[in-house]
């Protein structure tokens, strides 16, 4: 079926660099983009950014520009998000969702990752 | 880019309807019809009830509706159940830098 696998929960300090994968089966990997978003505990959900699987082209949220670099591993249908320069409140869980449709610019997220924990103190 | 603006909580009583509304700006919800809701069990990731204002996806119950008017889209829960308890997110492609923007979030009590 079809499913997005997500590496288990990090604990880092602040100032620290982290890097969350999110393994994808059962579709062509290239096919679709994926989005990461996150929630910081007993928040609602912020769309960070987009990487296309086809070309590795991204976008990223205007707040979290310099810190974050979204890529893919086409040879073992992976992505990756990597934030750095970790504060406090960039706790929260962590989720890849998949374009519902190829090509570029999506109407929704129809495959989500189970969510990675990242919590960031000292 | 703000998120969208939905109610804190709507509650109802089992086999009620309710409905849960998105507001946004004419540079996302009133722009386009790229409008989705999700539902999110307590610890889950979320879930994908509604795309595209009002098309529901394979295995989602005809029990959800979608709708918009203008900056506002709305979520519809028909003959409300005891498993629609949750948290229910909209969501919007929009004209920004940031390409979507999700809302507020509400919680669905069933009574």
């Known amino acids: 079926q079809v499913q997005l696998v997500q590496s288990g929960a990090e604990v880092k300090k602040p100032g620290a660099s982290v890097k969350v994968s999110c393994k994808a089966s059962g579709y062509t990997f290239i096919s679709y983009g994926i989005s990461w978003v996150r929630q910081a505990p007993g928040q609602g959900l912020e769309w960070m950014g987009w990487?296309?699987?086809?070309?590795?082209?991204?976008n990223y949220a205007q707040k979290l520009q310099g810190r974050v670099t979204m890529t893919t591993d086409t040879s073992t249908s992976t992505a990756y998000m990597e934030l750095r320069s970790l504060r406090s409140d960039d706790t929260a869980v962590y989720y890849c969702a998949r374009d519902r449709v190829g090509g570029g610019l999506t109407d929704a997220f129809d495959i989500w990752g189970q969510g990675t924990m990242v919590t960031v103190s000292s | 880019q703000s998120a969208l603006t939905q109610p804190a909580s709507v509650s109802g009583s089992p086999g009620q309807s309710i409905t849960i509304s998105c507001t946004g700006t004419?540079?996302?919800?009133?722009?386009?019809?790229?409008v989705s809701w999700y539902q999110q069990h307590p610890g889950k990731a979320p879930k994908l009830m509604i795309y595209d204002v009002s098309n529901r996806p394979s295995g989602v119950s005809n029990r959800f509706s979608g709708s918009k008017s203008g900056n506002t889209a709305s979520l519809t829960i028909s003959g409300l159940q005891a498993e629609d308890e949750a948290d229910y997110y909209c969501?919007?492609?929009?004209?920004?830098?940031?390409?979507?923007?999700f809302g507020t979030g509400t919680k669905v009590t069933v009574l």
């Open positions: 990487i296309s699987a086809y070309n590795a082209n991204t």
């Open positions: 969501s919007s492609y929009t004209s920004s830098s940031t390409n979507y923007v």
């Open positions: 004419s540079s996302d919800v009133g722009r386009y019809n790229y």
